[in-house]
Every structure is written in structure tokens, then in C-alpha cells.
């Protein structure tokens, strides 16, 4: 299955909201999964199951969707938001994973 | 504190093997699936291989089966990937990855730093 984000780089401030798209290639139902990758850093899970807040994640981070169509949102951007997204359906194996979309600081 | 610590990455030429060990600690390792993901520097990420808590159903990316193992042992809350006639194109940080594990959901709740594989002559 492909996962197609949008866009591959995005240009915000700090305090402004801002949304990642994830499109799957074919219905993945809510088997899609959201990671923030800071550099040198390995993954951290944001959202699990599309819209899941995992446990400590800030509730400004939020995931919707269903099927093929999915987006991720964060709510008043805080310096430490800016990273790399990255999505991933777990649907049918192999799992797979978006190419990322990095948010810089505007 | 869950922690995951890779070792065993390095220089390696085409051909040859390297074998990578993770340590867990922090949660009870025996209870949950373990993955290695892995990601060329600068570049997007691309699961590799998951086996499950009791070793009882593994499984691997197309391109590594047959060259890659996964195994664990839980009496020492380790996790390995034997690889194989490396090729270049295996070059990777790989990270060691721990099951969410909620039920039929699949995901990624804690990884490791990483490890550097380089396959080059």
C-alpha cells in the first residue's frame, strides 16, 4: 500500500495550526499511525488507530479520517513541533510509511 | 523508563554479515511484538521485520528475506537481526521498535536511537 503525504514541506509560526494530509492507495479503514521525528532522533508515535491521542502526547495534536483519506493537525504550534511527520498504515503488512513532511519555522 | 539500545552497527563490505542486538528495559518485554524499522540518512522510513512476543509468527520485508533474521530472547529482554549477504543498498540507521500492542492495532510506541549499518566496499 502507498501512503502519499502532503505537503513535503510546510512554513509556519509559532502559534499558528497547521494540517498534514495522508493519502492511502487503497482503504486502510483507521489502521493509520502518526510520527513526529525530531533530528538525530528516532520516531515518536503521536496518534495510533487515525485519530488515538497516545498516552503524553499533548492534546494539541489531533488525527482524523477513515478509508483512504487522513490528516494531522496540531493546534497552536509550540517550538518543540517543529520536526519531520511522518504517516504509516498498519493495515496489511508490510507496513508502510509516508515520505514525511517537514515543518520548518516560517 | 522504557528504553531501547541498539548495538552492532558498523562498516560492513557487500557480501558479508553483521548482527544486530537491542536492549529493553522499562516495560515487560515478553508481553509485546518487536520490530526493526530502518531509514537511509536523510530519507523516509521502511519497516523491516516484525517477530511476535512468543517468536511464534515473524515476519520480513521482501527484499531482506532470506538474508535477515529476527529473534529475541526474553529471558534477557533482547532482541536481534542477523543479516546476511549485506548489499549496498541495506545501508540504514536501523532502530528497534516496541509494539504498541493494542490488540488488532498495530503501531510504534517507542524506538531506540539507532544504529548505523554501512555496506560499502
Known amino acids: 500500500i502507498q501512503m502519499t503525504q502532503s505537503p513535503s514541506s510546510l512554513s509556519a509560526s509559532v502559534g499558528e495550526s497547521v494540517t498534514i494530509t495522508c493519502r492511502a492507495s487503497?482503504?486502510?479503514?483507521?489502521?493509520l499511525n502518526w510520527y513526529q521525528q525530531r533530528p538525530g532522533k528516532g520516531p515518536s508515535l503521536l496518534i495510533y488507530?487515525?485519530?488515538r491521542l497516545q498516552s503524553g502526547v499533548p492534546s494539541r495534536f489531533s488525527g482524523s479520517g477513515s478509508g483512504t483519506d487522513f490528516t494531522l493537525t496540531i493546534s497552536g504550534l509550540q517550538p518543540e513541533d517543529f520536526a519531520t511527520y511522518y504517516c504509516?498504515?498498519?493495515?496489511?503488512?508490510?507496513?508502510?510509511f509516508g515520505q514525511g513532511t517537514k515543518l520548518e519555522i516560517k | 523508563e522504557v528504553q531501547l539500545v541498539e548495538s552492532g552497527g558498523g562498516l560492513v563490505q557487500p557480501g558479508r554479515s553483521l548482527r544486530l542486538s537491542c536492549a529493553a528495559s522499562?516495560?515487560?518485554?515478553?508481553?509485546?511484538?518487536m520490530h526493526w524499522v530502518r531509514q537511509v540518512p536523510g530519507k523516509g522510513l521502511e519497516w523491516v521485520s516484525e517477530?511476535?512476543?512468543?517468536?511464534?509468527?515473524?515476519v520480513y520485508l521482501d527484499s531482506v528475506k532470506g538474508r535477515f533474521t529476527i529473534s529475541r530472547d526474553n529471558a534477557k529482554n533482547s532482541l536481534y537481526l542477523q543479516m546476511n549477504n549485506l548489499r549496498p543498498e541495506d545501508t540504514a540507521f536501523y532502530y528497534c521498535?516496541?509494539?504498541?500492542?493494542?490488540?488488532?492495532?498495530?503501531?510504534?510506541?517507542?524506538w531506540g536511537q539507532g544504529t548505523l549499518v554501512t555496506v560499502s566496499s
Open positions: 488507530a487515525a485519530s
Open positions: 517477530i511476535s512476543w512468543n517468536s511464534g509468527t515473524i
Open positions: 504509516q498504515q498498519s493495515y496489511i503488512t508490510p507496513d508502510t
Open positions: 521498535v516496541k509494539d504498541i500492542g493494542a490488540g488488532s492495532i498495530r503501531g510504534f510506541d517507542y
Open positions: 487503497q482503504n486502510i479503514h483507521n489502521y
Open positions: 522499562g516495560f515487560i518485554f515478553e508481553d509485546f511484538a
